[in-house]
């Protein structure tokens, strides 16, 4: 069976080096290997509604800004079919048919939504649509009968929910999905990059990313100002490289080659985080060191977004057609679904 992949990406913001390397990297090296049927990309703003009901501008606004960053990394629209979730209402019949299969209990367990929940400070006003919203993602999902989806690992649960609402739609009504599978970052910090102020997740929702438009001047900014070892006084003191953001950047991102371009000095970051944990080695040292490598990943990017942010009416062009494409493959396996679920009044009619 060759491959069908989706993934993709709430409208809230522009994307951050966390989506990066979580995901947007795993898809450019699928998308080079080629080895693949279809490859989906989607934007979820009726997702990125569920919290941000009142804040429909902020979302609409957004999604052109996500096609924006996925275009500069090297998105390829030839080679995949990016489109809007709301273009595409099949997802909304299907998921409706999903929501009988979930119990209320089993989505107050999700780990992600329980975080997510005390990030919003919705404990007691979780719109119901936010609760939900693990099943419209298994429809997004299912829809397309994906089988490969690359993400970070807070959409793990997301995943292994998808798998069961196929299980069990497939047992209660017949055979109809194959169950899909979370294709996570090859590099351990990459799976949830954490925020420059140390604390939660890289999260556009949260405010503490830096950004694939950043100018080269906001990087820096954000770089030598991010969290690291706070015991780390004197440039002799022994520092810790555990939950230092620095290094957990430079785990993400930097090469060996970096070393000889910018600090000759150590062969590579096994070096760099032993002379750290000795001390001797300042913290700006290294953030000067981090800076270069991400000035270095980002100026290309933000090269070609100015390129293509001069053809935005052609994007919005390419979104609705391809929207087109999705919603009628949807609705092949939404027909699917309701013949298997014998949901087929024309078929009643005749018998009666
Ligand atoms: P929001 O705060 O609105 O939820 P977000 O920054 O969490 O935004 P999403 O659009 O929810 O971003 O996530 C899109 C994809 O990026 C998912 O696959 C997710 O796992 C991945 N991702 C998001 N943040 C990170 C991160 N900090 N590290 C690694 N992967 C991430
Ligand atoms: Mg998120």
Redesign the pocket.
Known sequence: MKNIIL????P??NL?I??F???VRTRLKIQEKGDYEKFYIMI?DTQ?LTDNAKNVDKVTNSVIQVVLDYLSAGIDPEKTCIFIQSLVPELFEITSYFMNLVSVARLKRNPTVKS?IGMRGFENTIPAGFLCYPISQAADILAFNANII??????LPMIEQTREIASTFNSTYGEVFTLPKAVLPEIKA??????TDGKL??????GNCIYLKDSPEEIKQKIMSAYTDPDHIKVSDPGKIEGNIVFIYLDAFCKDEHFAKYLPEYKNLDELKAHYQRGGLGDVKVKLFLNNIMQEVLAPIRERRAYYEQNIDKIYQMLFKNSEEASKEARKTLENMKEKMALNYKEIAKKA
């Open positions: 993934t993709g990406d709430r809230t913001g951050h966390g989506h390397v979580g995901s979820a990125a997510e690359p993400v970070g690992n807070d959409q990459c799976e949830r990059l954490p925020g997740k890289m999260s556009k929702s949260v």
